[in-house]
């Protein structure tokens, strides 16, 4: 099924149904895609913002709704922490988001009443876990599947925190329209860890292992990418392993990069982030992601020149085809009136995603030393007319996004679930 047949796309206007939910900010039409902001908080009230691209669009959830251990008490050294990531979207644009409740080391140096001045937090506080609460989300209807909480004498809980898992949906007879069921999986070695949305339990199972180059392991500390009825993980070093999450023995296929591509093994321990969490740096760099309906893997080169170039993944499934490269070291500012132009030593541009609707339109990152008071921008560049389009500075930190698509039928349907226990609702919130 091609992507534009999936988003009702045609030549006529498409009409998309209406946002009903007053918990939601967007008003009106939502986007055939939006591509939302990676870091989500756990808030007093819901925030949803869908915005046209290049807008950014965001997500947060009411913090009530994030499942917590006891919180240390006010007097202690330790203090609550809360992160949340959208980790994952599935195919047909809903959202996986995880949010971690920690422990922080945080000493007081000072008290004034009720009021502590405290050490900025520095690491985990010994003798505390990470308690971790996984949602599947409709960013279009506001509704929310919270999944079961992992039990701390569950050997799935050990491994599973959720930022390295992926979301698949499934219809019922390969029909178009809303999925029937999904899975969350991630991948450990040679198991599987996933939830399936028809069993409502988390569960590990065996996986049949690949053929790997070298006898090498694998890296998987990268996005996942739902596509062709499996899920995506990439080792940034030498290629990407799928497999169907909904098989009783889910068998992996493994996709080497690019020849040019593949790295020496050492590569994966070799950049001092001991190798157990994978490369910090090349993630940056490459990325795997979904655009016109086909599998595309990307890269940028980290030194100069900074050549950006885009693959897709041929019928197969066993080999890349190079689609666009592109030098963005030349691009000069006279060519381009953005002021953070010419990208050079120091100015390292970062891989996005590619447009899921336009294989030629790439978003990007860049960090600019030589630019006062903007450390962050991100830009759109057109392969094809090889020229940046648009750039704006980025203030929050690292830019990190989760693209996905918004098909018509979304502000209608409802998560799948076994049971309306696990349904919330936040307009309810």
């Known amino acids: 099924m091609s992507?534009?047949?999936?988003?009702?796309?045609?030549?006529?206007?498409?009409?998309?149904?209406?946002?009903?939910?007053?918990?939601?900010?967007?008003?009106?039409?939502?986007p055939p895609w939006a591509f939302i902001e990676r870091s989500t908080e756990a808030a007093e009230g819901l925030s949803v913002r869908l915005g046209y691209p290049p807008s950014l669009s965001t997500i947060h959830v009411?913090?009530?709704?994030?499942?917590?251990?006891?919180?240390?008490?006010?007097?202690t050294d330790v203090i609550q922490s809360i992160s949340g990531s959208v980790c994952s979207a599935s195919s047909d644009g809903l959202l996986l988001l995880s949010y971690l409740d920690l422990r922080l080391k945080a000493p007081i140096l000072a008290q004034r009443g009720a009021a502590r001045l405290r050490k900025t937090p520095a690491g985990l506080a010994p003798g505390h876990g990470a308690h971790c609460t996984h949602f599947v989300c409709n960013p279009v209807t506001g509704e929310l599947s919270r999944l079961p909480d992992l039990m701390c004498s569950d050997p799935v809980?050990?491994?599973?925190?959720?930022y390295h898992a992926g979301l698949l949906t499934r219809s019922d007879g390969g029909r178009d329209g809303p999925p029937d069921r999904f899975a969350?999986?991630?991948?450990?070695?040679?198991?599987?860890v996933r939830f399936l949305s028809e069993t409502e339990e988390w569960e590990t199972v065996p996986v049949s292992p690949c053929q790997l180059p070298d006898a090498r392991r694998m890296v998987l500390d990268h996005d996942v990418v739902a596509f062709g009825g499996r899920l995506w993980w990439l080792d940034v070093t030498c290629g990407a392993i799928s497999a169907d999450p909904f098989s009783d023995r889910p068998d992996l296929c493994f996709v080497e990069l690019p020849k040019d591509s593949v790295l020496p093994a050492a590569a994966q321990d070799g950049c001092g982030c001991a190798g157990a969490s994978g490369c910090g740096r090349l993630p940056k760099h490459r990325r795997l992601c979904v655009s016109e309906g086909r599998l595309r893997y990307i890269e940028v080169s980290r030194e100069e020149p900074f050549v950006l170039s885009t693959f897709a993944l041929d019928e197969e499934s066993s080999g890349w085809t190079l689609q666009h490269q592109l030098d963005?070291?030349?691009?000069?500012?006279?060519?381009?009136?953005?002021?953070?132009?010419?990208?050079?030593?120091?100015?390292?541009?970062?891989?996005?995603?590619?447009?899921?609707?336009?294989?030629?339109?790439?978003?990007?990152?860049?960090?600019?030393?030589?630019l006062q008071n903007t450390p962050q921008v991100t830009f759109v560049v057109d392969m094809k007319k090889e020229m940046v389009i648009t750039s704006s500075a980025y203030r929050s930190g690292i830019p990190s996004f989760v693209p996905c698509v918004l098909p018509p039928w979304l502000g209608s349907s409802q998560i799948p679930s076994a049971g309306s226990d696990s349904l919330l609702n936040l307009l309810d919130y």
């Open 62 to 75: 009411p913090k009530h709704l994030v499942r917590t251990c006891a919180a240390p008490d006010h007097d």
């Open 157 to 162: 809980s050990k491994v599973m925190c959720g």
């Open 328 to 370: 963005l070291s030349r691009f000069r500012f006279q060519d381009c009136p953005h002021p953070w132009l010419p990208l050079k030593e120091g100015n390292t541009p970062q891989i996005g995603f590619l447009d899921p609707l336009d294989d030629s339109w790439m978003y990007m990152s860049a960090t600019i030393a030589t």
């Open 184 to 192: 969350v999986a991630e991948l450990h070695g040679n198991q599987m």
């Open 3 to 30: 992507l534009r047949r999936l988003l009702g796309l045609s030549s006529a206007a498409t009409a998309f149904p209406g946002l009903r939910r007053r918990s939601l900010t967007t008003s009106g039409t939502p």
